[in-house]
């Protein structure tokens, strides 16, 4: 079984949140997952929802502050391994291009 999550961990403050978000990435990589990073969030892939947890809560613990955000978006299809680049895979293959647009 494969559990994909979007990551998003933030500290509530005026200033750039780069150093504290960089925290919460390095925090990941004390567990059996695998991440990507993207401008909304991280995306996040286990073979056990329970390891996906843990993580996600290392990565909430690692942001300093007084206030801390975190959204955790969890699809945990039970009788597949879908993969994070299968489901874009499949989202590219409708489209039959690359599921981007380039900006000028």
Request: proline share 3%; glycine share 6%.
């Amino acid at each position: 079984m494969t559990v994909v999550a979007l990551l998003s961990v933030a500290p509530v403050i005026e200033d750039s949140m780069a150093g504290e978000v960089a925290k919460s990435v390095a925090a990941l990589d004390e567990f059996d997952v695998d991440y990507e990073t993207n401008p909304m969030g991280t995306v996040i892939e286990a073979d056990e929802p329970g390891e996906l947890f843990a993580a996600a809560q290392a990565a909430h613990e690692a942001v300093d502050g007084d206030r801390v955000s975190t959204v955790l978006k969890i699809d945990d299809k039970r009788t597949s391994d879908s993969s994070a680049d299968d489901k874009v895979d499949a989202v590219e293959r409708e489209l039959g291009r690359e599921a981007h647009g380039d900006r000028e």
